[in-house]
């Protein structure tokens, strides 16, 4: 908790000067031989190798050490490819009129989560069918790491000035350069900081997931209930974003969660009625 408590005092503290708009944020962390790296990429690897780490510890007595890196190769390359063609399929009216090398520009960003979720999700069942792996049980072990990822992935937002919210005057209201700024909002300054927002959500999530996992033996529980918590915190999210392409009232991303929280609202009354009939 401790720990925890300095990294978020830290954070603030760095910060701060790019929220006041005393410092401007730099996508790019340096050159290197006249090629750029960027914060985004930097921030995504950080990500994939902190929920990689972690998995690898958990899983050290269910997966041999090769199961636990061809299983995260399959992973991290599925989950790439689900997340841009996700993303470029909901921007396509965008997409549409560029060039279509446009679609493999990852280094400005585009990636949605859900697209990743769901082929990553995808490719964890093909490898556990392959090689005869209990899946709930292996779903168990990858979500904690997963919300891990995610948690760090959202700083690459911070960098790269997307995915924020509407205008505010908050107090902890983020500065967003001209440049970023949505065109209805280019007279304002000041956005919500919903990259922040999601960070606090998703470590939230996890303590859910944690806590679960220490009291509820059923395989699949820790899914079900990753499912149902990260669907209630990106519902939520959403309605500060300016960014999210609609389907009527709601985004894409929210009728994304309701489906999925009601999926997993379905199978857990199946799981607890079964439990039920059985004592």
Do not use: C
Request: hydrophobic content about 55%.
């Amino acid at each position: 908790m401790g720990a925890g408590v300095g990294l978020a005092v830290l954070a603030a503290l760095l910060l701060t000067p790019y929220f006041k708009g005393n410092r401007l944020v730099n996508p790019v962390l340096v050159w290197i031989g006249g090629f750029p790296v960027y914060w985004y990429g930097l921030t995504m690897a950080g990500a994939v190798l902190a929920a990689f780490y972690w998995f690898r510890r958990r899983a050290a007595s269910f997966l041999g050490e090769s199961h636990v890196i061809n299983l995260a190769i399959w992973l991290v390359g599925s989950g790439i490819v689900g997340a841009r063609l996700t993303f470029v399929i909901l921007k396509w009216p965008e997409f549409s009129t560029q060039p279509w090398w446009a679609i493999l520009n990852l280094h400005s960003g585009g990636l949605s989560i859900h697209g990743a979720l769901l082929f990553g999700m995808a490719a964890a069942w093909l490898y556990a069918r392959r090689y005869q792996l209990p899946i709930l049980r292996l779903f168990d072990l990858l979500a904690p790491p997963v919300v891990v990822g995610q948690i760090i992935g959202r700083l690459g937002n911070f960098f790269n000035q997307e995915a924020f919210g509407g205008p505010t005057t908050l107090p902890w209201k983020m500065f967003v350069a001209p440049p970023f700024r949505p065109a209805q909002f280019s007279d304002q300054q000041f956005f919500h900081p919903t990259f922040l927002y999601s960070m606090v959500g998703l470590a939230i999530v996890l303590a859910i997931l944690m806590a679960v996992e220490r009291k509820v033996k059923h395989p699949g529980a820790v899914l079900l209930a990753y499912v149902i918590a990260y669907g209630v915190e990106r519902f939520v999210i959403e309605w500060f974003r300016v960014d999210s392409a609609k389907l009527g009232a709601l985004t894409w991303a929210q009728w994304a969660s309701i489906g999925a929280i009601m999926i997993a609202l379905v199978i857990s009354l199946i799981w607890r009625g079964r439990t039920i009939k059985k004592t």
